[in-house]
C-alpha cells in the first residue's frame, strides 16, 4: 500500500450535493491526520486535523477509521466556493515531515 | 496572521544556470519546508530544516541545496538548472516540531528551458 494513497477524481457535483473523499495510508502508527484544501493555482492551506475518530466544522466533516487505515472528508450542501483540489496529509512518525497525497480534484457545477 | 513570502511568482531560467529561490516567514517558526508540485506526483520534499544552519534532505534532494542562516529565510539552490527540474516551487514553515500544520508561501512557477 502506498503511503498516502487519495481517488485523483475529477468528481464533479452540482450545488448542493453531498460528496465524500476516502483516503488510505498505510502507517498504522500514524495518530493524527490533516485535509488540507489548494485553489487552483494557490497555495495549500489546512482544511480539518483529524485527531480522534472525527471531526466535524460546518459543511465539513472528517472521519478516521484506525481498522481500516482510512481517513474520509464529507461535504454537505456543496457551494461553487468549495471547488478545489482536497489533499490528504499525514505526518511521518518521529518526523517533521508530511506526507501528502496527490490530491482529490472536486469540481462543484450549478 | 502567518505570512510566507517567495521572492519570485514565476521565473524562467536557461539550463545550466545557478537559481536561487528564496523564502521567509515572518512568525519566528523553527521548521521550514521545500517542496516540489507537479501534476499527477503531488507534492514531494525536497528538502527541511528545523533550525538555524540545519538541513535535513527530503525525498528528492538531488540536483538541489539549501541555505538557513537566518531563522526566517530559507533558500532553495539549484546549482546547475535542468530541464526536469520544471515545476511549481513551493515553501512552507511550521512553529515546532509537535505543531503539524504547514503553512505555505504562494509558491515559484519555474520553467528551465
Known amino acids: 500500500r502506498k503511503e498516502v494513497e487519495q481517488d485523483p477524481g475529477p468528481f464533479n457535483v452540482p450545488e448542493g450535493a453531498t460528496v465524500a473523499f476516502n483516503c488510505t495510508y498505510s502507517?498504522?502508527?500514524?495518530?493524527?491526520f490533516f485535509w488540507y484544501r489548494q485553489d487552483c493555482r494557490k497555495e495549500p492551506k489546512l482544511l480539518m486535523s483529524?485527531?480522534?475518530s472525527g471531526n466535524e466544522d460546518g459543511r465539513f466533516t472528517a472521519q478516521l477509521n484506525r481498522a481500516s487505515q482510512y481517513i474520509s472528508l464529507l461535504i454537505r450542501d456543496s457551494k461553487l466556493s468549495d471547488s478545489a483540489t482536497y489533499l490528504c496529509?499525514?505526518?511521518?512518525?518521529?518526523?517533521?515531515?508530511?506526507?501528502f497525497g496527490k490530491g482529490t480534484k472536486l469540481s462543484v457545477i450549478p | 496572521d502567518v505570512k510566507v513570502t517567495q521572492s519570485s511568482r514565476y521565473l524562467v531560467k536557461r539550463t545550466g544556470e545557478k537559481v536561487f529561490l528564496e523564502c521567509v516567514q515572518d512568525?519566528?517558526?523553527?521548521?521550514m519546508f521545500w517542496y516540489r508540485q507537479d501534476p499527477g506526483l503531488g507534492l514531494r520534499l525536497i528538502y527541511f530544516?528545523?533550525?538555524?544552519?540545519?538541513?535535513e534532505k527530503g525525498d528528492i534532494p538531488e540536483g538541489y541545496s539549501v541555505s538557513r542562516e537566518k531563522k526566517e529565510r530559507f533558500s532553495l539552490i539549484l546549482e546547475s538548472a535542468s530541464t526536469n527540474q520544471t515545476s511549481m516551487y513551493l515553501c512552507?514553515?511550521?512553529?515546532?516540531?509537535?505543531?503539524?500544520?504547514?503553512?505555505f508561501g504562494p509558491g515559484t512557477r519555474l520553467t528551465v528551458l
Open positions: 512552507a514553515s511550521s512553529p515546532d516540531p509537535a505543531a503539524n500544520e504547514q503553512f
Open positions: 502507517n498504522s502508527a500514524s495518530q493524527s
Open positions: 483529524v485527531y480522534s
Open positions: 496529509v499525514v505526518p511521518r512518525t518521529g518526523s517533521y515531515q508530511l506526507t
Open positions: 512568525m519566528d517558526h523553527e521548521n
Open positions: 530544516s528545523y533550525d538555524v544552519k540545519m538541513k
